[in-house]
C-alpha cells in the first residue's frame, strides 16, 4: 500500500513539473488569456511612432505601448495592427486582460478618462 501512495505522489509530482515547465515556455499573453484570476478591464494609449514589424506575422505592425486605466495605473501593451503608422497623437481604446489584447478602436481625447490623460501626456 506505501509503494502504492508513493508512486501516485511522485507521478502527481511529475506530472506538475511538466505542466509548470509547458505554462513557461508559453508566451505571458496567452498565459493571462485563460488565467482566471486576471480581471478583463479597458485602458488607453497614446500612438506617437511608427509600428515594427511583428517577428510573429509578415504582415503585420507592433506597438509597445503604455496602457493607462481609468485610475491611472500604467502598464505596458502590445497592439497589432494592419497599419504600419496612425495619424500623429492617435488614442486607443484597448480591452485587455493582463498582457492579452483582445480588441482595440481609436477615440477621441474626449472619450479618454481624465486620469489616464494625464498620464499619457506625460509619458509622451
Known sequence: ??????????????????????????????????????????????INKEGETDPDFEHRYMFRLDGVDESGEV???????????????TYLKVHVKGTYVYEYEKVTEENVPEKAIKELKRNK
Open 1 to 46: 500500500m506505501k509503494k502504492k501512495l508513493k508512486r501516485i505522489l511522485i507521478g502527481i509530482l511529475v506530472g506538475l513539473v511538466l505542466v509548470i515547465g509547458a505554462l513557461s515556455l508559453i508566451g505571458e499573453d496567452i498565459r493571462d488569456r485563460f488565467n482566471p484570476f486576471i480581471q478583463e478591464k479597458d485602458v488607453y494609449a497614446l
Open 75 to 89: 502598464e505596458e501593451i502590445k497592439v497589432t495592427a494592419s497599419v504600419k503608422d496612425f495619424p500623429e497623437n
